[in-house]
């Protein structure tokens, strides 16, 4: 049941007696009474919060930090069991502006999801895209279409709509990760749909390769397999290895120090996950990025359409979103709502600052309505 | 301000004693407690309504009676005047499950609009996309960077988003028609921007010409102007006449009983207003069809992910949507939300029945997460 | 039998004393009869021609007079009948330098097709594009998958490839028209297929319809049969009315005169036929345009990728191709070869030019190896 | 000078007296007579051989065989220099049935080139889009707009067109690779651009770092530097390693034993070269791949439109080219003529047969008109 479903209808106008709005005479009160009776409501009175000059978000600037999250999810390990029904032991980062719904952005799902040793979580698919990251830990394997892919810390799993997907801990310590999906841009359009798979992962799929078929078959830098030549809407390749990541990373660092243009401004490095079928996007909505500050190095200040949900990978450093500001480190967590100013620094010492990213600008590039605005 | 920002936080979990949730222990109320002081939200007492096996909509089938509409709208026109600030005199459907927002749908407005005679509406733009479509009248044009468009009974006029726009209606008589929109979309999604333009049409632009610029340029089949090869996002045909829309109509049940396949069923006749530098739908975001079911020819049984809106432009049927039905004439707009079976009808007797429609599949379609099922 | 097949091989080395060539050598001689026996050739010698510092074209600016066409494909209507074999009475441009060859440029044929009175031209469809252009008289009709279609003066009906196809004259009156395929480039590329249709059309598709099915179904501007949304490799609208080109051009030259950008440049009109499912070129390697020149106007210098056929459709005026010359009226057809300058100007007087114009530049295009220069 | 160009105009018509030819009488012989006097030839001697039933190629399958490759490049080494005009020291196979000219295939130049050590050959650019293979040997690096690219054995390095390039040998053995270019597809075509750069490579980039910038910024599967987020028209990866590619092809024959759709048929893995900014081919108009046949494993048959010239990587095996067939060998390189069927089997024995291809399939793709049959 959801905060909509709850409110009363019919239409009310609360907006009678305000300025920029017509007198109020009797013969304007009956007007509306009418537009009440006839489920209408009238564009004046609505019009600014409804079409302002620029993005104007209900969400909130907002801080997760890592140590809540995990100790949470861990006492949640103990205490909650993950099975068929709830399907996964995922807690969401409910923004504090969007009614205490589980809703980073009005349109991003972030959550934690924890897995005890020996633990499994069933078989299910959905429409909705999604993506696993770890920020640390190691045991659990994300099994899709009966590929069993190794989670390890800095890996990125993509998980394009409707593949039937299960997790199992193989390991003898509980493993905690983050998932991303487009849940609420799903729920609100109403786009999604849901089927449940096998109760049990059978235990020839209990595997724990180190390499996943699919990375077997696709992680090769500009190769395709010519058995598959088809663009899909999301990535083939389930996972994007932390050794790819950081080296690439590094070098664009050093490629700048050389004088070559690689990084997006002095001192910041970033990577974007792409679906190497056809160079866009690892998912059709969601974007993920990791992005690198060298230490001491600011990011420029960024606007965009869309939110984005940002994690600490590893290092220190303060991040500006709206009129918030915080210092942040390992694990922590963090929205950027539509159109807020963004800027990220890292700490001057010995470590740079990694900060995985997630936002929907797909959808709003798909739909030829994005903008960015720098500095 | 929104339903959504006048919600209390933090976090509620109503869920603590249901079938399928966790044993109510002192444990987990602590665990629930500690999740709401977080803001944090399990999956497993959401996922139900959360993630559907299919789009359950907030949206409920409704219908507005045309009469209604014009009456009200018509009321609307000697009381409250239009001007800045205001900017329309539109009167949104509000669906009668969604809050008493003016929201047809969950991402479309719908809206009847009215002038008397002389008035202009103040020219603005904006980035949402918007269409008007004439059901009866005549005497306004509509004014698109300078260029004014006839709008007559049948016309169809796209409006791509952040082109400036005003109206004038240069009639004895008021005229009314409907606005369509993608506000509630790009409302919930965060991605609207605004700006004021002059606040008066200048007298040379006070112009009421048979056929616009547009249309002089691009309104022949297949022919382009090759000073404007570019692919643009919206249609630059800003007129699409009742003449050609009737014809291509006629034509397509003619060609029916010819043994041609032309038709999308027996008896029903389609056409999609398109972007001719493309050949895609004429706005990015929405969709807009004209249908013809001869007399006593019934659609075939669609369900669709997105919400339609539509307006019966001509004859009397019966429409049926998801559990309701109604006998409909000439202008009566109903919704039809997502994933609803849809069936039309016309009556038997002299007239076919004509459905002008509107919806928000483009979006869905550009994510590459549309789904039909017939039958 | 092609001149390429009766060259002899093997190689023959003959630049071996040439300025920037190796010294002669009894060394080089021997290597020089190494490569002979080997089946090898140099780049060295070789390089000036096969990479060239801009396109140097084989073909040469050349001009067929109207009335010598129309007059030889009128004696060949008396003696050369049409039937399966041979096919079409077609008679194709040879460009003097291109060895004898019916190619009009290295890509296109270019061909004025005859049919007496009660003739039909059997069936056949080959992969090759084709499009057909009637600069005067009526009475014959191409039946395209069994639909016919009128082809009257100004017509343009393009006919993308693997379509079976038939022409037949209804008149009393023999009718000549001009056919452009990419023969040549099909030819020298190695892509081509064919399959011979039925021998004799049968009664039944033996009609004389004012409008074929195809304009029926999809002649209106923006409009697309909801039953037909894939996008195809060539149009489905398989005839292009004189009246809309006309008019469309003639919109051109009254906007620019009302002080809208409609134009190429002042005077010089000119529309593309355009594939309706996509926007894109008519035919997926042929570009048609009609241009149109305002009595005295001169067109702006060009150069670019590809070589163009035209026709005069209608007026006077002087031509300029490379180093040639031309006064040109009706019919007149003329080659530009690739990279080659071309200019165009109207005469003085009543009448403005009208050029139709067909060239390779989607070729091109579709491999990013386009380019223009203006002026 | 061309062939085609030493031809001698007018047309002739040397069909006159043929089965399906039209008698001959003296009115047609002073129609042929009018047709060559006015630069014309009729469709209905021609058709035969321009428009034939499927492509039918002027290009014979032929076999070059490495040992000889290898030591005409040795002996051209020592005494044809490699400087500014001769531009490279490359020999381009010429296939025994196109006139002498160096073409392996209508479309494909391939060639081997050779450098001795110290030598450099100067920079240029043109718009011919081209690869370097290496099948043997090491020491010289490529320069593209001044990043140096090492070349080992089985690296693959794309070419994309416009790009300035040069190469130095800075070891002490010569070198010898193979280019493959669309030189004759653009010498046909006539759409090549050519310009010279500095003649002497400055001994800054005369720098042999074991990656290039354009590995380090790109050679990571799946991610993109967000710096660089265009699509381009050939792929900013100047090299493909062998490493890379041998794991690929390994691990699709591992898949398939362990039961995973992995290969294009049993024993038969390949991968292709792409572009990671779209997923497309390397370059927009050369294919290029790398096939592994299982030791004894034998290719489906193919026929294709366009040609491919493949050279032997390793291992030995016998191949089949229409009606021709070989036992080939490391370095052995062999054209398949459009249409033309092929097949290869690897020998029985310890090692697989590895065989490098290239192919012009990405023109016919680009403008919809390529065709493939198997079995």
């Known amino acids: 049941m959801t905060t909509m479903d709850v409110l009363p209808s019919p239409v009310r106008l609360q907006a009678l007696d305000k300025p920029g709005q017509p007198a109020v005479t009797p013969a304007l009160e009956e007007l509306y009474r009418g537009f009440e009776q006839e489920m209408l409501v009238p564009l004046w009175t609505e019009i600014g919060s409804l079409m302002p000059l620029h993005p104007q978000s209900k969400a909130t600037p907002h801080l997760w930090r890592w140590n809540n999250l995990r100790r949470l999810a861990d006492q949640a390990g103990h205490i909650v069991p993950v099975g068929r029904g709830g399907e996964r032991r995922a807690i969401a980062l409910a923004n504090p502006s969007l009614g205490g719904r589980p809703y980073a952005s009005p349109t991003l799902w972030a959550a934690i ?97 180190e390499f996943s078929f699919s990375e077997r078959l696709w992680g090769y830098p500009g190769l395709r397999p010519v058995s598959q030549l088809e663009s899909t809407a999301s990535s083939p390749l389930l996972a994007y290895r932390w050794v790819d990541t950081d080296k690439a990373l590094n070098e664009q660092l050093a490629l700048e120090a050389e004088g070559y243009a690689a990084t997006l401004s ?110």
Chains 1, 2, 3, 4 share one sequence.
Not at 120 to 145: C, I, K, L
Not at 159 to 180: C, K, L, R, V, Y
Not at 323 to 332: K, L, P, S, Y
């Open 113 to 209: 999801q924890y897995l005890m040793p020996g633990e499994d979580a069933p078989e299910h698919r959905h429409s909705q895209h999604a993506f696993r990251f770890v920020v640390e830990g190691e045991g659990v394997w994300t099994v899709v279409n009966g590929d069993s892919i190794r989670m390890s810390r800095g890996d990125f799993l993509p998980q394009g709509g409707w593949n039937w997907h299960a997790h199992h801990n193989s390991a003898t310590e509980p493993m905690a990760w983050i998932d991303g999906l487009d849940i609420p841009f799903a729920y609100h359009n109403e786009c999604a749909f849901f089927e449940f798979g096998r109760d049990e992962i059978p235990p020839e799929e209990h595997t724990t390769p």
């Open 266 to 375: 002095p001192g910041h490095a970033a990577v974007r996950y792409s679906n190497p079928t056809n160079g866009r996007d690892v998912l059709p909505t969601i974007r993920c990025e990791m992005h690198r500050l060298r230490t001491g190095a600011a990011s420029q200040t960024r606007r965009e359409v869309g939110s984005s949900v940002y994690q600490v990978f590893d290092g220190t450093g303060t991040v500006r979103v709206g009129e918030r500001q915080w210092q942040v480190q390992r694990g922590d967590m963090f929205v950027v709502p539509s159109w807020q100013p963004f800027t990220a620094q890292a700490d001057n010492g010995q470590a740079s600052l990694d900060l995985f990213r997630f936002c929907d600008a797909p959808i709003f590039e798909a739909i030829q309505g994005h903008r960015v605005q720098m500095g």
